[in-house]
């Protein structure tokens, strides 16, 4: 399963079947990496841990191919829904819009539906 580079700073490992694994997005920004949901594989957790550097876990929800891995990797912070933090035991809740200042980036995660994450990275362009 190779990791599939979209971009400079986005990239993805995708689903698997055996054993099923959903897709995982990684997003570089100018001081952590953003995680997409864990997976369920050896080969995914391998790939999580062998980032350098902050590492924050964004679980879109509670089934067991998204959540997996995560008591396989390492990892400076998680973020979860209420439902989901039932099943993860771990995890800071997202209940609305959280923005984060990446050095000059903004990270946006916000809850849809009541389960589900969105994750928005926005490019701040400060003037000089």
Not at 12 to 37: E, G, H, M, Q, R
């Amino acid at each position: 399963m190779p990791l599939i580079k979209l971009t400079e700073s986005i990239s993805y490992l995708p689903a698997v079947s055996a054993p099923l694994s959903c897709d995982i997005v990684f997003i570089k920004t100018n001081k952590s990496t953003w995680i997409f949901d864990t997976g369920t594989n050896e080969e995914a957790a391998a790939e999580i841990n062998k980032i350098d550097g902050p590492k924050n876990i964004v679980i879109s929800h509670f089934h067991a191919d998204h959540i997996t891995n995560i008591p396989k990797i390492n990892y400076t912070n998680l973020y979860v829904s209420k439902n989901t933090k039932k099943y993860t035991k771990d995890g800071i809740i997202v209940s609305g819009n959280m923005i984060f200042d990446e050095k000059g980036q903004k990270v946006k995660l916000s809850v849809l539906f009541f389960t589900n994450f969105s994750l928005s990275i926005q490019q701040v362009h400060q003037s000089v």
